[in-house]
């Protein structure tokens, strides 16, 4: 098995990198392979809402960027981390503009993050932490995928890139979500062939207008 980290810090070794290569260490010492693909530094706009991706249905974005490499990246996995800098009380600009693209292709092209098994975490220097753990849920929870927990919500605290190393409870957080996360990924893997996944239903769209 095999997860899937997307770093959406501009920093390729600060706090975020901390948390999920944290939560990587033991998803590995339980036998899932790990690929850590940090987007943060990278030109990344947002969705242009042009609707090619539904349109086509090929599980691409009409955007030609490097976006589509991690998007491939991110179906072929079994499981999903995404990690966060908090911004203004929000996940940073970078990761928003690339979750809103790779989540409507997903959901465009026959939903292709369905029971896909998803954990986000988020590094702060102070607040807005819950807020930026909730935004980055929203994606899995839109998407029908699998979310374990931790002992804690899933934070960090530290503002210069590795002081984020003092923060015992946060690093603790991390190697439970990580042991949880591997040990939900071992529980699907086995339920495969044995029960069914829940029927897909086509889905409904009602809009709030009179
Ligand atoms: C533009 C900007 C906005 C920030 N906003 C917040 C914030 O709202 N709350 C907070 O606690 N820290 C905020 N920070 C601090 C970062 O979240 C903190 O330094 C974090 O550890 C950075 O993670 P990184 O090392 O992975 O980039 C902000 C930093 C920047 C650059």
């Not at 491939?72 to 809103?100: E, Q």
């Not at 098994?117 to 699998?146: H, P, W």
């Amino acid at each position: 098995m095999r997860v899937v980290a997307i770093n959406g810090s501009p920093k390729k070794d600060g706090n975020t990198a901390l948390a999920l290569q944290t939560v990587m260490k033991e998803l590995e010492s339980e036998g899932i392979s790990t690929e850590l693909i940090h987007i943060g530094n990278k030109a990344v706009r947002g969705c242009l809402a042009c609707g090619r991706c539904a349109e086509t249905k090929n599980g691409t974005c009409a955007i030609p960027d490097a976006a589509n490499e991690w998007i491939a990246a991110m179906f072929a996995a079994d499981g999903v981390l995404l990690g966060s800098p908090v911004y203004y009380s929000g996940i940073n600009g970078t990761m928003k503009s690339f979750l809103d693209r790779a989540f409507c292709v997903a959901g465009a092209s026959g939903r292709k993050m369905r029971l896909k098994v998803g954990a986000a975490v988020v590094a702060a220097r102070r607040s807005g932490a819950s807020t930026a753990v909730d935004q980055l849920n929203k994606y899995f929870t839109i998407a029908e995928m699998l979310m374990p927990c931790s002992s804690y919500w899933n934070i960090v605290h530290g503002r210069a890139p590795g002081e984020a190393a003092g923060d015992a409870e946060g690093l603790q957080i991390m190697r439970v979500l990580g042991r949880n996360m591997a040990w939900l990924m071992k529980l699907v893997d086995f339920g495969k062939g044995h029960i069914p996944p829940p029927p897909m239903e086509d889905r409904i769209l009602t809009s709030f207008i009179r």
